[in-house]
């Protein structure tokens, strides 16, 4: 495409986690200072050790960091949608849109990663589709299917479709999609953010060079997954 557009959502903390961050900071200050008077120091520093740590989890969880991608050229490049690990590659026979077999990249993101999303490629957003459903646990096959998900169909400047599945697993009970129908869309932009433990699945179309292995780190909008047959 050229010079890339920096088409940016400017997001740092999501939205989903502000009240979450800022109740639990004042909950967290108020018993503190509450123990520290009534109860000394070795309880006041206790729960501030054990609830602090748990507290920079959850701000961790609800980053949504800005990153850019280290290549200007992504021409035919597929990107990590999330921060995890790889937990399918392999070819599936995809029913619901192109009723033919795909190439499936599946990364699991666990409580500890950070939950934005981002595109996998630069292009157009085709569509964007909501399915309620169950919420087995992410890292399950059934899941990509059963659970609740949201997929966004992109159309690379090529013309190739690629598929990008949001996916709930069984903690994390919402999907956030920012992908609108009909928009241009560019690696280093947030697609949207899941709410704990989930999981992100991208079809691509088979013989497309596999870049990442079982079990490997992904770190989204900067490793590439993937590259396409351009």
Known sequence: MGKRIKKLKKIRIHREGTDTLIYGFIAIAAIALLLFRLEGKIPFWVFLVVFGACYGIVLNFYRCPIRYFKEEDTEGVVVAPADGKVVVVEEVFEDTYFHEKRLMISIFMSLFNVHANWFPVDGQVKFV??????????????????????????????????????????????????????????IDQHLGFIKLGSRVDVFLPVGTEVCVKMGQTTTGDQTVIAKLKV
Not at 145 to 163: C, F, K, R, S, Y
Not at 171 to 183: F, H, K, L, P, Q
């Open 129 to 186: 589709k909501h399915f309620n459903g169950n919420y087995h646990k992410a890292w399950l096959p059934k899941a990509s299917e059963e659970n609740e998900h949201a997929d966004v169909m992109i159309t690379t400047p090529e013309g190739i479709d690629i598929l990008c599945r949001q996916i709930a697993g069984a903690v994390a009970r919402r999907i956030v999609t920012y992908a609108m129908d009909g928009e241009e869309c560019y």
